[in-house]
């Protein structure tokens, strides 16, 4: 209980794992959602995936993808089956989890849940947990704290379950060993390396060559399909704006939330404890008067005798604390204390124990103006989503009714019209709203582009609208070769030149066998780690590691392409580096999480195979 935080690192660690990627890619609202339908992707045992909420999934990680590859981004290559089976399989794996986490009955008691929270670094202020920082931050993510504790408290029940899986597989010292010395494999190599770019003066191309190269490669000199689009975007931010909260509105908010600013009483205390056991009682009465004869030493013998690993060390301090952060008895005793008290035996579902009393921090209130800034912003808030839940059905309607023009639309509700540059389907991550695949969808749609009418008032956020219609439009057109010869020529010398290069390597790399010396110029010769390949092709490092170590030295080819042609000569191999034992602990570890991570594969294998899981492959494939 007084160690809450270091007793679930652990939990908190796998928590993470777990949640990382359902939060990443599905959102919060996958906790949630379970509105039964037929536009259901998938059934898990009674548990509907539905349609809303797997495009949502799918939205998300494409977000992510665009803002990772930039203009690279084609959200068409990444929107295949195999991504979209590869999305629904961690829907479903996420439902058995939690089921399974239920159905044992695993769950968070109230005070770990309060320890739990009250160590988040997020929830804190100067390193102290802070109360309205807390609600702030948890309103910000449009929850309850009811909400964020359910929701807590089912994500420790889930880390409980997936800690007993995971730690139940134990690596053997052998295997860990074997696992850590192939790790720790080391090879002697040096390098020599065939230009391509030697090759590119001696070649030369006639007209015929780059028009064959420039027909079999038209897709390449294609301009894509182009619009240019104006839009206009109606928020809930931008209406909160709008209207500026009022001193008194803020004041007036300040005061019925009083007790909301409250910053209630705390205590300081420390304890020995002593675990539940049928002598607890008398030894802490005899550790109470050893303490009684001399307070000065409360500290020394809390680290001689106390049981609660967590504070031991720091001579039983746990701390300042308020009240429900305790267990009963402890917390009861506590606030009847005064300062420098020393009480016991008090007796609390963990064990006995004997109380000091350190400091006593009164109540007090957060003044008006130190969060003003706080109320104004959630206000403001609170105002931008009243207006905007008032205004998006006529937004709607206005851009549907009105679709020859964003204008009317934009006077009505003081908006900016936006103008596009050209854009492709494809987009990229620098278009802001527009760039939202499906505002993207909308404008490439054949009423958009041949009507020239305004899109549907489309949702790309919670309280964000956008309408947008395009102006200007370019069909995909095929570059004349009198414009791309000099980017044909250019590209043509370049893979020429790879092919030269490829060809002459693997000529040196038959000298080598044969001969011994190819006339190559070698690199001084250096050291590469199985775990550290750094510019060398993975192929060629897997085989400089897979050379038979009796038949030294050893040559390896690698194809790298436009830069040229590889060759790699093994050495030597050389021993593994001593390890000490902090390294030999962490190879033990690691192998212990490759167990309990195969472990937990296994079992999620055999939960689904057990499971009542239904696909239903034309939802799943809908676009």
Do not use: C
């Amino acid at each position: 209980m007084f160690d809450i935080v270091t007793k679930n690192k652990r939990i908190i660690q796998i928590i993470l794992v777990l949640t990382i990627i359902p939060f990443a890619f599905f959102g919060l609202e996958s906790y949630t959602r379970s509105i039964r339908g037929t536009g259901d992707v998938a059934d898990v045992g009674g548990a509907p995936i539905t349609q809303q909420e797997f495009e949502e999934a799918m939205r998300r990680q494409q977000d992510r993808l665009r803002s990772a590859l930039g203009r690279g981004f084609d959200p068409g290559a990444f929107d295949t089956p195999e991504m979209r089976r590869g999305l629904l399989d961690s829907l479903i794996a996420q439902r058995l989890v939690s089921a399974a986490a239920l159905k044992g009955g695993l769950t968070a008691s109230n005070e770990s849940l309060s320890g739990l929270i009250r160590s988040m670094p997020a929830f804190q202020r100067d390193g102290k947990f802070d109360e309205s920082t807390a609600n702030a931050m948890i309103r910000a993510q449009g929850m309850t704290a009811e909400t964020f504790a359910a929701r807590l408290r089912h994500d420790v029940a889930v880390g409980q379950l997936t800690q007993a899986i995971n730690e139940t597989a134990i690596a053997s010292r052998t295997v860990a060993d074997r696992l850590a010395a192939l790790e720790n494999q080391r090879r002697e190599i040096a390098e020599a390396l065939v230009p391509a770019q030697q090759f590119q003066a001696q070649l030369k191309f006639d007209d015929a060559q780059l028009r064959a190269y420039y027909e079999s490669a038209a897709a390449q000199f294609r301009i894509p399909e182009r619009i240019r689009a104006e839009y206009v975007a109606l928020s809930a931010e931008e209406l909160g704006r709008a209207e500026p909260v009022t001193d008194a509105e803020i004041k007036a908010a300040y005061e019925a939330r009083a007790s909301q600013y409250a910053v209630a009483e705390q205590r300081r205390a420390s304890h020995i404890l002593l675990q539940p056991g049928a002598d607890a009682k008398r030894k802490a009465g005899e550790v109470l008067a050893e303490v009684r004869k001399d307070p000065a030493r409360f500290a020394e013998l809390a680290r001689k005798y106390s049981q609660d690993s967590g504070s031991a060390e720091k001579g039983g301090d746990l701390g300042f604390f308020g009240r429900g952060m305790m267990v009963k008895p402890f917390e009861e005793a506590a606030f009847r204390m005064k300062e420098g008290e020393i009480a016991g035996p008090v007796e609390s579902e963990f064990g006995v124990h004997v109380i000091r009393l350190t400091g006593i921090r009164a109540g007090t209130s957060r003044p008006l103006e130190e969060v003003r800034k706080e109320i104004a912003d959630e206000l403001g808030k609170q105002k931008g989503a009243k207006k905007f839940a008032e205004a998006a059905e006529s937004f709607g309607n206005m851009v549907y009714e009105q679709s020859d023009s964003l204008k009317p639309a934009a006077e009505r509700f003081k908006l900016r019209i936006a103008t596009t540059d050209w854009i492709s389907r494809s987009g990229s991550s620098d278009l802001g709203l527009v760039g939202h695949p499906k505002v993207l969808a909308a404008l490439f749609s054949q009423d958009a582009i041949q009507g020239k009418r305004n899109t549907d008032a489309i949702e790309i956020a919670p309280n964000v609208l956008v309408a947008a219609r395009v102006i200007e439009h370019q069909p995909a057109a095929q570059r004349k070769f009198d414009e791309v010869r000099g980017e044909i020529e250019t590209a043509l010398r370049r893979q020429e030149a790879a092919k030269l290069a490829r060809k002459e390597g693997a000529s040196r790399l038959e000298q080598l066998a044969k001969e011994g010396d190819a006339g190559l110029k070698w690199t001084a010769p250096r050291v590469v780690m199985v775990r550290d390949r750094g510019k060398i092709p993975p192929e060629a490092h897997r085989r400089i590691f897979a050379a038979d170590p009796q038949k030294l030295p050893a040559h390896i080819g690698a194809d790298l392409g436009e830069e040229g042609y590889a060759i790699y000569r093994v050495l030597r191999v050389l021993p593994s580096e001593p390890r000490d034992d902090r390294q030999k602990a962490a190879a033990f570890a690691n192998a212990n999480g490759l167990a309990g991570a195969e472990q937990f594969d296994a079992w999620l294998a055999s939960l689904r195979a057990r499971a009542k899981v239904e696909i239903n492959k034309a939802n799943l494939e809908k676009k």
